[in-house]
C-alpha cells in the first residue's frame, strides 16, 4: 500500500504446507520486508470440516491482496482432483495466473544425479502456461464403469492465451545473458496446437530480434534435460508438458525440497500466487524434516515480482549460501534451517 506494507494472503494449507510457509514468512520478516499477513484455512481439512474448497466470498477476498504465499494443499483422504480441480487450477483461473514460472538452477554445493553437470550446466527458466490446455477442464464421459465407457479430455489453445505467454517468455529470454528461447512441444503428432503454438512463436520472434529461437519435441526435451541440460535457457510450453519437464527440472536441480515457482499474472489485474512445486508430503508431515527452501525461493520469486528485487536477490543470497555449506553438515530440521537462512539474511 502506499505506506510500503504488503498485504500478503498466506495459504499454508496441509501437511508440510504449514511448517514450510512459517519458514518462509519467518525469511520474508528476517528481509526486512514489511508485510501484513492474513491466514487462510484452505485444503484438506477445510474441506473435511465443512465440504468448501474454495468458497467464493475468500476468492473475492483474495483478488485483495498483493500476492499469494502457498504451501501446499492435498491429502490422501481426499478424493483426487478435488482439491486439484476446485482449488488450486481454480486459483490459477480465476485470477489468470497464465503464466507458472518454474527455474531450474542448480546451486553451488547442491548434488545433481547428472555425472559431470555443475551449476553452469544447469540454469533455465520454465515458463509454463498456467489456464489453458488439457489442465481447461474440457471434456466428457459417457458410459462411465461400462466396457464402452468413453472419456474425453480436451486441449485449448487460444490464439489469444498462446500470444501472451510466449510473449512474456521472449521478453524472459531478452533479460537473460543467453537470451534463448526453446519452444517445447509435440507440433509433429499434436498438429493443430502444435501448429499454433508454432506460428505464434515465429510470428513474435520478430518482436526479439537479439533472443535466439529454437525447437524441441518434448519427448527429446526430457531426454535433454537429464543428457544436456546445457541446452536450455528459457523454455515455453504447454500447461501439461510444462508440468511433466519441471518436475524433472526439479530432480536434476536438487530435488522437490528446492523447486521454486510462481503462479504470474504480468498485467496484475490481480495477485499472483507463489508456491513450492512439492505437494503436501503426508509421509514426513508433521516432523520437521521437511526443506522449507523452495518455499523460500518462492519468496524470493514474490518479492521480484512485486519489484523488491534486492530484497530478493538478498533471500536469494542467503539461500545460495546455506546451500553451498550443507554438503557434510548434519541434518537440520525444518526449522532450523529457516534460521540459519534468515540469519543470513538479516546478518
Ligand atoms: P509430494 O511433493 O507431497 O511428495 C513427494 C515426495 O517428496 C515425498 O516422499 C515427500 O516426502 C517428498 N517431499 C516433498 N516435499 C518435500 C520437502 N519440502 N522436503 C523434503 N521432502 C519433500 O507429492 P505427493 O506425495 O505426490 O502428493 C502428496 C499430496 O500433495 C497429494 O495430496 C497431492 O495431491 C498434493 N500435492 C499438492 C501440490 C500443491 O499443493 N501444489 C503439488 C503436488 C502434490
Ligand atoms: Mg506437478
Known amino acids: 500500500d502506499e505506506h510500503g506494507t504488503l498485504k500478503l494472503a498466506v495459504i499454508p494449507g496441509d501437511g508440510i504446507g504449514t511448517e514450510v510457509v ?3 514468512l519467518k525469511v520474508l520478516d528476517a528481509a526486512g520486508v514489511k508485510a501484513e499477513t492474513t ?5 484438506a481439512k477445510r474441506y473435511h470440516a465443512t465440504g468448501e474448497t474454495l468458497p467464493d466470498s475468500v476468492l473475492e477476498e483474495l483478488r485483495g491482496y498483493d500476492a499469494i504465499l502457498l504451501g501446499a494443499v492435498g491429502d490422501p483422504s481426499v478424493p483426487p482432483g478435488v482439491l486439484e480441480r476446485d482449488l488450486l487450477l481454480r486459483l490459477r483461473f480465476e485470477l489468470d495466473h497464465y503464466v507458472n514460472l518454474r527455474p531450474v538452477k542448480l546451486f553451488p554445493g547442491v548434488t545433481t544425479p547428472i555425472a559431470g553437470a555443475g551449476p553452469e550446466d544447469i540454469d533455465m527458466v520454465v515458463v509454463r502456461e498456467g489456464t489453458e490446455g488439457p ?11 461400462t466396457p464402452h465407457e468413453i472419456a474425453t479430455q480436451e ?12 510473449r512474456y517468455a521472449f521478453a524472459k529470454a531478452q533479460a537473460r545473458p543467453r537470451k534463448k528461447l526453446t519452444l517445447v512441444h509435440k507440433t509433429n503428432v499434436l498438429t493443430y496446437a502444435g501448429d499454433l503454438w508454432m506460428r ?9 530480434p537479439d533472443v535466439t529461437v529454437d525447437y524441441c519435441h518434448v519427448d527429446a526435451a526430457s531426454m535433454f534435460f537429464v543428457t544436456q541440460p ?9 500447461n501439461l508438458f510444462g508440468d511433466i519437464l519441471t518436475d524433472i527440472g526439479a530432480a536434476i536441480a536438487g530435488g522437490i525440497g528446492l523447486a521454486a515457482s510462481g503462479n504470474v499474472n504480468p498485467e496484475r489485474t490481480a495477485p499472483s500466487m507463489f508456491e513450492p512445486v512439492h505437494g503436501s508430503a503426508p509421509d514426513i508431515a508433521g516432523q520437521g524434516k521437511a526443506d522449507p527452501t523452495a518455499t523460500v525461493l518462492s519468496v524470493a520469486m514474490m518479492l521480484d515480482h512485486l519489484g523488491l528485487t534486492e530484497a530478493a536477490a538478498r533471500v536469494e543470497r542467503a539461500v545460495a549460501a546455506d546451500l553451498a555449506e550443507r554438503a557434510g553438515a548434519g541434518t537440520r530440521s525444518t526449522s532450523q534451517i529457516g534460521d540459519d537462512i534468515a540469519k543470513r539474511v538479516a546478518g
Open 39 to 43: 491466514t487462510y484455512d484452505l485444503g
Open 155 to 166: 486441449s485449448f489453445n487460444t490464439a489469444y492465451g498462446v500470444a501472451r505467454v510466449v
Open 230 to 238: 546445457s541446452r536450455f535457457d528459457v523454455i515455453v510450453t504447454d
Open 22 to 24: 512459517a519458514e518462509g
Open 135 to 145: 489442465y481447461a477442464g474440457a471434456g466428457g464421459v459417457l458410459r462411465r464403469g
Open 200 to 208: 505464434t512463436v515465429e510470428s513474435i520472434a520478430p518482436e526479439f
